[in-house]
């Protein structure tokens, strides 16, 4: 497990891709009865620091560029598709927030710089948006969305 103060190269997070692949391989049954990804496959995820690989070093992160999400992202799916698939969202997700303002990403990495992030951009059923003193209020339903099981925030569209 890394500090938060210890960044990861290129090739160290390859190689720690590889090492949780052999893990996922041996969830893959687990994870299609759960129908998500088996808590210690993410929980590896993000105590390897692999969670972390995209995000600016401002919030701890590794600020590596996006081959180094192709590159383990080939690792893990080779091993477990499902897993793949979740972990290039969760780091997808935080390459995202690195484009958003300061403001969102004070709110979320300040708090915990390992917070996973899931997404819902397809419509919401029954949408709404109102103004509140403070901001908005959303409500709607949305489709499900991979890796909201193990995520502390959403970004959604409304």
């Known amino acids: 497990m890394l500090t938060t103060n210890q960044r990861l190269t290129h090739e160290e997070a390859v190689a720690l891709a590889i090492k949780l692949a052999g893990k996922a391989r041996g969830r893959i049954h687990e994870g299609e009865m759960l129908n998500r990804q088996p808590d210690e496959t993410i929980q590896e995820i993000v105590d390897s620091g692999l969670v972390r690989a995209l995000q600016p070093m401002r919030f701890h992160g ?3 560029m996006f081959d180094t ?3 383990t992202t ?10 793949g ?8 997700h935080q390459w995202m927030l690195a484009g958003w303002p300061d403001e969102a990403q004070q709110e979320i990495w300040s708090a915990n710089p390992d917070a996973n992030i899931a997404t ?3 419509a919401p059923k029954d949408g709404k948006i109102e103004r509140v003193e ?3 209020r ?5 489709p499900y969305s991979s890796g909201v099981y ?3 925030w959403v970004m959604v569209t409304a």
């Open 62 to 64: 590794h600020e590596l």
């Open 69 to 71: 999400l192709v590159d």
């Open 74 to 83: 080939i690792e893990m799916a080779k091993a477990n598709p499902a897993a």
């Open 85 to 92: 698939w979740c972990y290039t969202l969760l780091l997808v």
């Open 120 to 122: 819902a951009f397809a």
């Open 134 to 136: 403070g901001g908005y």
């Open 138 to 142: 959303i409500s709607g339903i949305w």
């Open 150 to 152: 193990h995520s502390e």
